[in-house]
């Protein structure tokens, strides 16, 4: 819920859902008083701030929220339920796990941390593990590599300054942004191919790690779902030139071309010009 964040999210068709959800969703989508799309990052990161900004901080919300991102293309409604609960949830538990216990009584008080997560664990026991699953991917500063794969570089939509209104997606843009949106086929195709191209010529690195990742999340949603990249709050880290500029997805494309076919100086030319600019990008963070 940071201002310098991306997403990737998961749309699933309204038939994925179950019969309770499916009704709920429908008729969510015809109210009047929901989030639109241009509001919504806006209020999803208020109602963090205000939590976080409590006497005691809450880590989580009490509730799971109703509220999700939609998608129509051809009169078929896809879903992207918000859920803040989860996702605060499984944040929260990352960071807990990740900061030494003196650290972490600074943030959140000992009695609030281990309430938080007595409250998670309550939840998984009495859950299955798709419950656990998440159709929302943040990552703050930075947009890790193993996102670009899933997508192809003509499924750019850029808005610089000025009203545009995507095809399929409800509501208008009114700021700047950086989104593509692919199917799931051809998301996992792509997630595939990759790995097979990094693990045939370059081996188990790091990065193969996180592309399989990504392709083993992807397959746990409905085949015929929607999948987006976006920039959210990363876009106010890049001036409109820097913006115009980034290529990224087409240019991770080319660097595995390039390994496919041996042309090993263009992956590498390539590959490192997704590299260096995410990492200037990243490096913002430290700066004073």
């Known amino acids: 819920m940071l201002p310098y964040a991306a997403y990737l999210r998961v749309y699933e068709p309204l038939a994925a859902f179950a019969p309770a959800e499916r009704a709920s969703w429908a008729a969510y989508a015809e109210a009047t008083d929901r989030p639109r799309r241009a509001g919504a990052l806006h209020a999803e990161h208020g109602e963090a701030v205000r939590r976080l900004l409590g006497v005691p901080p809450a880590p989580a919300p009490a509730q799971e929220s109703p509220n999700a991102y939609l998608r129509r293309v051809e009169d078929v409604l896809y879903v992207c339920p918000w859920q803040s609960r989860l996702r605060s949830w499984l944040a929260f538990s990352r960071f807990r796990g990740a900061t030494p216990p003196k650290l972490m009584e600074r943030f959140v008080p000992a009695a609030v941390a281990a309430q938080t997560a007595d409250d998670f664990d309550r939840f998984k026991r009495r859950t299955d593990s798709a419950a656990l699953r998440t159709h929302i991917r943040g990552s703050t500063w930075h947009v890790p590599t193993s996102w670009f794969v899933p997508f192809d570089g003509n499924e750019r939509w850029l808005v610089i300054d000025g009203p545009g209104d995507q095809q399929g997606q409800e509501g208008t843009t009114t700021t700047r942004n950086l989104i593509y949106v ?15 191209i990094i693990r045939r010529q370059v081996g188990e690195v790091p990065v193969t790690g996180e592309v399989e990742d990504v392709a083993r999340w992807l397959e746990e949603f409905h085949p015929h779902s929607l999948v987006e990249l976006d920039y959210g709050g990363i876009v106010n880290l890049m001036d409109d030139e820097t913006l115009q500029a980034d290529e990224s997805v087409a240019e991770l494309a080319a660097a595995l071309t390039g390994l496919e076919k041996g ?10 010009r997704v590299i ?4 200037s990008i990243q490096l913002l963070e430290s700066a004073n």
């Open 276 to 279: 260096l600019r995410w990492r």
């Open 182 to 196: 692919t199917s799931m086929a051809h998301a996992r195709r792509r997630s595939a191919r990759a790995l097979q």
């Open 263 to 272: 042309e090993e100086e263009l992956a590498f030319a390539m590959y490192q």
